[in-house]
């Protein structure tokens, strides 16, 4: 069975700083796909970031980048240039690619609570 | 802005009523999923459709009925809750997986219920 990890319960930075949320993951599948999804007071679910298992290339998407090892099953978030904006939970999901039924589970982290001081 | 409308936002409700969750999208996609959220818990799984048709259903208790009328509503019918159905409640919606497409599941902003 797959499992996901993040550490860090809660995280606070000053706004501008860069800030990195950890995930790490346990699976024995060699295809995947990793995901950030980013949840703010007003409970709406984004999606930050993909990242599939087979590409070597880190994913970015303007602030948000990964830095995703498979040999170590790890993939942070990093978020350059913090804004308010970005104070939420921030939930690291992994899904299998595979059977059918996989195709539809998204295994979740516990989530981090990242906070962006003024 | 969500491609992914769910209806009502707020939602409180005795635990003899009958009420509905209403979910749509309009982004083509053929799968539509229900997901309840306790607070400060990832979401957890209730139902997948796929192409209209009930894929996933994880053991969810029958007082909760999903409808898909079509491919782009999803409905969640709410009979006799209890106090601890009280969730947030998420509809998604994705592409199917392709053999080169991963499936990348998008929310909609939820529904807030709340059973007395």
């Known amino acids: 069975a797959q499992t996901v990890t993040q550490s860090q319960p809660e995280m606070s930075v000053q706004e501008a700083e860069t800030v990195t949320l950890s995930c790490t993951y346990d699976t024995s599948e060699n295809n995947y796909y990793l995901f950030w999804y980013k949840q703010p007071p007003s409970r709406q679910m984004i999606l930050v970031i993909r990242?599939?298992?087979?590409k070597q290339q880190n994913a970015t998407e303007n602030r948000f980048s990964v830095n995703f090892q498979k040999a170590a099953k790890s993939f942070s978030l990093k978020i350059s240039d913090s804004q308010l904006g970005d104070t939420a939970m921030y939930f690291c999901?992994?899904?299998?690619?595979?059977?059918?039924?996989?195709?539809?589970?998204?295994?979740w982290g516990a989530g981090t609570k990242l906070i962006i001081k003024p | 802005d969500t491609e992914v409308t769910q209806t009502p936002k707020h939602l409180v409700m005795g635990m003899t009523n009958k009420k509905s969750l209403k979910c749509e999208q309009h982004?083509?996609?053929?799968?539509m999923y229900w997901y309840k959220q306790k607070a400060k818990k990832p979401p957890e799984l209730m139902f997948v459709y796929s192409y209209e048709k009930l894929s996933i259903n994880e053991s969810v208790p029958s007082r909760f009925s999903p409808e898909c009328p079509n491919s782009s509503l999803l409905n969640l019918h709410l009979h006799a809750l209890q106090p601890e159905d009280s969730a947030l409640y998420l509809c998604a919606s994705s592409q199917p997986r392709t053999l080169y497409s991963g499936n990348t599941i998008y929310f909609g902003e939820g529904s807030w219920l709340t059973v007395v």
């Open positions: 990242q599939e298992a087979y």
């Open positions: 982004m083509g996609h053929r799968a």
């Open positions: 999901a992994f899904m299998k690619h595979g059977s059918q039924d996989s195709n539809y589970q998204l295994i």
